[in-house]
C-alpha cells in the first residue's frame, strides 16, 4: 500500500536497556542487556514497514517500546505528532488503543480458560469506552467474519482451532478497537510454511479494509518482501540498513543486509548465478558486550581500523545521491562495490555456474 502524508510514527534514538545483575538476595548490577540501542525510523499512514534481524537483535522490544508495554530507556515515539513515552493514564490508555500488537505465537497467546469470543472482546473490558455493552457481541462476531472466521466459533475455545486459525483470532483481537497501527511480531513465525502465506493475504486485505499501518517484523527477508513498502534490518539493537523493498532486495549496500539476502532462495537461475551464499565467520555478539565503533565489524569482511572507533551513522552513502543504492546505510564503506569474503562463500545452486 502506498504512504502518504505525514507519519503515524516517529521514532527517534530509541533505547531499551535492561540492567544485567548477578546474586539473588543481594542484586548488584553488573552491567546492561543494550536490546534496544539507538533505533530511528518513521512510518507512513498505510505503509507496511518491515523488521528484520537474527534472533535476540532486538525486534520483540521494538515491539514492545511502540505498543507502550515497556518504557524506553531514552528517545522518543511519536505517534501523529505526539511523544507517548511520556504520557501516563487517560492519555496512555486512549494511545494504547491505537497501536495494537498481533503476537507471534498464537499458541500461547490465547488464554486457553476463555472463549474465543471473550478472547476477542477483551480489549473491551480494558476499553470499555470503545463500545456500548449492548454491542460488543455483534462486534465479536463482525470481527471474527472479517478474519475469515465462522462467527459461531465464539463459543469454542482456542484448543480447538489450528495455528493458522488461532493466527487469526489474534487478529480479530488486535482489530476490536480500530487501531490505526497494527506491530506484528514475527506473525506467522510459529505457523506451517503453507499457512504463512495465508495469513500475510489477511493481513495485506485487513490492511486496506482498515486503512492500518503495519510494523511488521520477521527474522527473515524473505517473509516480509511482498508485504512491506520498505524494510529495515537490525543488528545487536540497530538497524543497519532502511530502505524501499526493491532498494534493499536489490541492491543492499550493508554487509549485513547482503549476507542476509545471499541466503535467501532465488527462484530465477540467471540471477542465481552472480550470487554466492556469504556464510559470516563468527556468533553474533552478546548485547551486554557490544564491539566499539561499527558493531557489526567482528563478523565483516570489509572490517579495517576505522570501524572500530567510528560508529557508522544511518544516513545515505554520499555518493549514492539518486538511485536504487540511494537509502540509508550504516557502513564506512557502503559506497564500495560489493565484494565477498573469498574463504568464506559457496555456490548457491546447482551444478556448475
Ligand atoms: P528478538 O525479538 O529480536 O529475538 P528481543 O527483543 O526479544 O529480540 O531481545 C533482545 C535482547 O534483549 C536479547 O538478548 C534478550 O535476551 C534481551 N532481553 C529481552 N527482554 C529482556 C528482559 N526483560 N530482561 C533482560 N534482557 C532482556
Ligand atoms: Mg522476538
Not at 54 to 63: D, I, L, N, Q, R
Not at 322 to 329: C, I, L, N, Q, R
Request: aromatic share 6%; hydrophobic share 35%; charged share 25%.
Amino acid at each position: 500500500m502506498a504512504t502518504s502524508g505525514e507519519p503515524v510514527l516517529e521514532v527517534s534514538g530509541l533505547v531499551k536497556h535492561y540492567p544485567l545483575t548477578r546474586g539473588v538476595l543481594f542484586k548488584k548490577q553488573i552491567g546492561a542487556v543494550r536490546a534496544v540501542d539507538g533505533v530511528d525510523f518513521t512510518l507512513g499512514r498505510g505503509e507496511t514497514l518491515g523488521i528484520v534481524g537474527e534472533s535476540g537483535c532486538g525486534k520483540s522490544t521494538v515491539a514492545k517500546l511502540l505498543c507502550n508495554l515497556e518504557r524506553p530507556t531514552a528517545g522518543s515515539i511519536r505517534f501523529k505528532g505526539e511523544d507517548i513515552t511520556r504520557l501516563s493514564g487517560r492519555a496512555l490508555k486512549a494511545v494504547r488503543r491505537n497501536i495494537q500488537m498481533v503476537f507471534q505465537d498464537p499458541y500461547s497467546s490465547l488464554n486457553p480458560r476463555m472463549t474465543v469470543g471473550d478472547i476477542v472482546g477483551e480489549p473491551y473490558e480494558i476499553h470499555p469506552e470503545a463500545a456500548p455493552k449492548g454491542d460488543r457481541r455483534r462486534r465479536v462476531r463482525d470481527l471474527l467474519d472479517v478474519v475469515g472466521l465462522d462467527p459461531d466459533f465464539v463459543n469454542r475455545y482456542p484448543h480447538q482451532f489450528s495455528g493458522g486459525q488461532r493466527q487469526r483470532i489474534g487478529i480479530a483481537r488486535g482489530l476490536a478497537l480500530r487501531p490505526e497501527v497494527i506491530v506484528a511480531d514475527e506473525p506467522v513465525s510459529a505457523l506451517d510454511v503453507s499457512v504463512q502465506a495465508q495469513v500475510i493475504n489477511l493481513l495485506d486485505r485487513l490492511q486496506t479494509e482498515f486503512e492500518l499501518s503495519y510494523v511488521f517484523i520477521a527474522h527473515d527477508l524473505s517473509i516480509v518482501r511482498h508485504i512491506s513498502d520498505r524494510v529495515g534490518v537490525m543488528y545487536l539493537g540497530r538497524i543497519v540498513e532502511i530502505g524501499r523493498d526493491a532498494e534493499i532486495y536489490e541492491h543492499p549496500t550493508h554487509p549485513y543486509t547482503q549476507a542476509l539476502l545471499s541466503a535467501v532462495p532465488v527462484p530465477d537461475p540467471d540471477a542465481r548465478q552472480d550470487r554466492e551464499r556469504i556464510i559470516l565467520s563468527g556468533d553474533v555478539p552478546s548485547p551486554t558486550d557490544i564491539p566499539s565503533g561499527c558493531r557489526f565489524r567482528t563478523r565483516c569482511w570489509k572490517a579495517r581500523e576505522r570501524c572500530a572507533v567510528e560508529v557508522p551513522l544511518l544516513a545515505v552513502p554520499a555518493s549514492f545521491e539518486e538511485g536504487p543504492a540511494a537509502h540509508d546505510s550504516a557502513c564506512h564503506f557502503a559506497e564500495e562495490k560489493r565484494v565477498v569474503p573469498p574463504e568464506s562463500t559457496q555456490a548457491n545452486g546447482n551444478g556448475p555456474g
